[in-house]
């Protein structure tokens, strides 16, 4: 069973920064594989933050770039979202996702449907 476990959510002031931890179990990683990281904001839609791949591909909501890095430990089991300058907008629920089968980081990053593997989330907020 494949088990996705966010941590790190909180509220800080615009400009601040939060680091978000995806702890990984059960997954199988086979010689292809996608995950990442979304995000819900109440009365809006779920929104692609930034996916990674087994070649290391990376694709960033261009909301988020430059602000926003994603990064796996060497063992694989933990998914990081270190956010930079912070902004209101940000405020959402954050969602830690992965995929059974390889999808395009490209092409998937508004497509949440696409991923199997979701966590329960962890809300954060950034006050103005």
């Known amino acids: 069973q494949v088990n996705l476990v966010e941590s790190g959510g909180g509220s800080v002031q615009a400009g601040g920064s939060l680091r978000l931890s995806c702890e990984v179990s059960?997954?199988?990683?086979?010689?292809?594989?996608?995950m990442g990281w979304f995000r819900q904001a109440p009365g809006k839609e779920r929104e692609g933050v930034v996916l990674?791949?087994?070649?290391?591909?990376?694709s960033y909501a261009d909301s988020v770039k430059g602000r926003f890095t994603i990064s796996k430990d060497n063992a694989g089991n933990t998914l990081h979202l270190q956010m930079n300058s912070l902004k209101p907008e940000d405020t959402a629920m954050y969602y830690c996702a992965a995929s059974r089968d390889w999808v395009s980081p490209y092409s998937a990053i508004n497509m949440p449907a696409a991923f199997d593997y979701w966590g329960q989330g962890t809300q954060v907020t950034v006050s103005s």
């Open positions: 990674t791949d087994s070649d290391g591909r990376q």
């Open positions: 059960g997954y199988k990683y086979y010689s292809t594989y996608s």
